[in-house]
């Protein structure tokens, strides 16, 4: 009969039972070995200190598609996505937030990071970047991409905007088929589609790269018209068939900036923060009140009248705390100093955060539940409809309105008047 095998013995135990003298010194060693192996297992594994400030830093609202800076320096859009203007490499519209992987350059050029601000427009997105550049993807149609002439682009590829190189970007922002760059010495420069004049280079002709406009410390692009803050006060430029442009005309387009005028004698000076919608263009002052200008049918200027003006001769009614402002297609939306948001114009899609019995609003409403606001979004079109979005102070995003395009970013379909939270 064969003899079972003996089991190995560990060397420690053997050292134990030979040697009674090292019993307790052994026995103390494997304490503390099973006392380090049971912490170690027990203490979960460090954080990437990436992943724990990767917070939303900046947002977007383009006509039917929204976009988020996050603090790693990446970017994620949703919404529609019918050119490829959300960068996945899809032409899939996306419900939920998807990461922007185009790739700069060439195909295996690197992937788009480093991301400081990005501004959405119709077909097209762009971003700066922290070395101080400027990349856009999407349609190139009317060569809102930038990149110069004779320069294809995919919409799987983020190209590189041919701004002169002494030119550091300051601030980005996107019309329907145009786009625009405030860079170091207060220059702007635009670029893309022209017939309207919405460049501002005293031309009707679309740009493939950047041409410079002049001197603004602030710039906000429109569907078809641009304005810019400038050493003499407001400018705009662009379409103007509503008054959109300020200057006390109508349907007297421009095609180089014009002061926008206060009254028949004075031009709009102390002016903070300027932004525009489809029709209309308001601006923020120093004194932070607001003054809206153009189209009122659907009481987008806030002065409690549904009748248009083609000067900044009215302030928006019960606004006086405005640290930060935005426009949209028909209505625009603006963080008071408390951190609440008040909302005016079209309400068709709920944008306002009203239900369906109020159709627009003549002069600012509040957001209910919407608090700790630090920065919003505001956007719309005919077709796909008006939404709002808003960046709290806990880096949440909120989006409510239309959701024809997943504008909303929550997944599924359906409008809200209630800021639903967008699903990162």
């Known amino acids: 009969m064969r003899t079972p095998p003996v089991a190995p013995t560990h060397p420690l135990m053997l050292s134990i039972a ?23 297992m027990a203490i979960p594994a460090a954080t990437p200190a990436a992943a724990l400030g990767d917070e939303i830093t900046q947002i977007s609202a383009g006509p039917a598609h929204a976009c988020a ?69 999407g349609s190139d149609g009317s060569g809102q991409l930038g990149n110069g002439p004779g320069s294809p682009s995919t919409i799987k590829v983020a190209v590189k905007v041919a701004l002169p190189d002494a030119k550091k970007p300051l601030q980005i922002t996107a019309g329907w088929y145009h786009a625009c760059a405030r860079t170091t010495g207060h220059s702007t420069y635009c670029w893309g589609g022209n017939n309207y004049g919405q460049l501002g280079d005293g031309t009707f002709t679309s740009r493939a790269a950047p041409v410079s406009v002049g001197l603004t410390s602030n710039v906000a692009a429109g569907p078809y018209h641009t304005c810019g803050a400038g050493g003499p006060g407001a400018l705009c430029w662009g379409r103007n068939n509503q008054g959109q442009l300020g200057h006390g005309a109508l349907n007297q387009s421009s095609k180089s900036p014009q002061p926008v005028r206060r009254n028949n004698s004075t031009d709009l000076k102390d002016v903070s923060q ?10 923020r002052m120093t004194n932070r009140t607001i003054r809206c200008w153009g189209l009122g049918s659907s009481g987008q200027l806030g002065n409690n009248s549904t009748g248009p003006t083609q000067r900044a001769d009215t302030a928006v009614k019960s606004m006086d705390t405005a640290a930060h402002l935005a ?40 957001v209910a539940g919407l608090t700790n606001v630090t920065h919003v979004a505001v956007n719309g079109t005919f077709a796909d409809g ?23 970013g929550r997944g599924g379909s359906g409008k809200s008047k209630d800021p639903q939270r967008v699903r990162f």
């Not at 009674?20 to 049971?38: E, M």
Request: net charge positive; hydrophobic share 30%.
């Open 18 to 40: 030979s040697d009674p003298g090292r019993r307790w010194r052994d026995l103390v060693r494997v304490l503390v070995v099973a006392i380090g192996l049971a912490l170690a």
């Open 274 to 283: 300027l932004t525009v919608g489809t029709s209309h263009s308001c601006a």
């Open 327 to 366: 426009s949209g297609d028909n209505h625009s939306c603006a963080r008071t100093t408390d951190r609440r948001v008040w909302c005016w114009g079209s309400n068709d899609d709920r944008q306002l955060g009203k239900g369906s019995a109020v159709t627009f609003k003549k002069k600012p409403v509040r």
């Open 69 to 137: 800076v996050k603090s790693s320096g990446l970017v994620y859009c949703w919404g529609r996505n019918h050119k490829g203007q959300l960068g996945d490499g899809t032409t899939q519209t996306r419900r939920t937030p998807v990461k922007v992987v185009v790739r700069m350059g060439e195909r295996g050029g690197a992937q788009l990071k480093g991301v400081v601000e990005v501004a959405a427009g119709l077909e097209s997105t762009c971003a700066r970047r922290s070395n101080d550049t400027v990349w856009c993807w």
């Open 386 to 408: 008006g939404y709002s979005c808003a960046l709290k102070s806990d880096r949440t995003v909120w989006c409510w309105g239309s959701n024809t395009k997943g504008q909303l």
